[in-house]
């Protein structure tokens, strides 16, 4: 496949290095010098590409989307912090039949990790003697906080159990790609559950996955789709 790399940041270099290891090709890499406005996302540069991962910054993800929906380039985007516009963006997609894999976490294990939470979180309906909160840890150049994964956790914590509020403390030190811990305590004891990170790789596979994944469809998925196949 050849691969439009948009976002030449930690994640889009991790991606590139992996998809060539796999035998794809880079097609373009487009960084944020060039991208003003999604302006470098051209029909004449991406002609020729069947895919584009998109990791850049909330305020530049939504520009970059619709020029890839307007050209029909089916996009992979782990850009978080955007999804106020997702409403808008997933009309264009429909309209355009293009399509869109989005999601906050590209990580198996993690996907893994939420499922089993909502489990959890299922057993520990009316429990009302245990409190019950999240963490999360990220290096110290991450913008968004709460992390796009901690907000996915506790929405579908909240779906499991509606009368607590799972509320996020966020940490951002150092240079490590990610934990997220889930707690719940009461005076006698303490149950954890929790997703570490050891290095990039993980994400950078789960992302490659999806774009092998969605080169021939149309709609609008996220990354439990390609798991699951359906959204619980």
């Not at 090709?25 to 960084?31: E, K």
């Not at 009309?91 to 909502?118: E, I, K, P, W």
């Not at 509606?162 to 004891?189: A, K, N």
């Not at 950078?204 to 359906?230: C, H, R, S």
Request: hydrophobic share 45%; net charge neutral.
């Amino acid at each position: 496949m050849k691969i439009a790399i948009v976002g030449n940041g930690r994640m889009g270099k991790a991606v590139a290095a992996l998809a060539l290891e796999r035998g794809h090709s880079i097609h373009t890499v487009v960084g944020s010098s060039d991208n003003a406005g999604g302006r470098a996302l051209t029909r004449e540069r991406l002609a020729g590409a069947d895919v584009a991962v998109e990791f850049t910054r909330p305020e530049a993800a939504v520009h970059n989307l619709e020029k890839l929906i307007e050209l029909r380039i089916p996009a992979v985007t782990g850009t978080t912090g955007w999804y106020e516009a997702l409403p808008r963006i997933a009309a264009q997609v429909r309209d355009a039949r293009a399509a869109l894999l989005h999601d906050a976490n590209f990580s198996v294990g993690v996907h893994l990790f939420l499922r089993t939470a909502r489990e959890l979180a299922r057993n520990f309906f009316a429990r009302a003697e245990f409190a019950a909160s999240i963490t999360e840890e990220h290096h110290a150049a991450k913008l968004d906080a709460p992390s796009g994964t901690a907000l996915l956790l506790q929405r579908g914590l909240r779906a499991s159990d509606p009368e607590r509020l799972f509320p996020i403390t966020s940490v951002r030190e150092g240079s490590g790609p990610g934990i997220h811990i889930l707690t719940y305590q009461d005076p006698h004891e303490t149950i954890l559950l929790s997703h570490t990170a050891r290095d990039r790789e993980a994400f950078a596979a789960g992302a490659l996955m999806a774009v092998e994944w969605l080169q021939y469809k149309t709609g609008l998925f996220t990354f439990e789709d390609l798991l699951f196949g359906d959204t619980v």
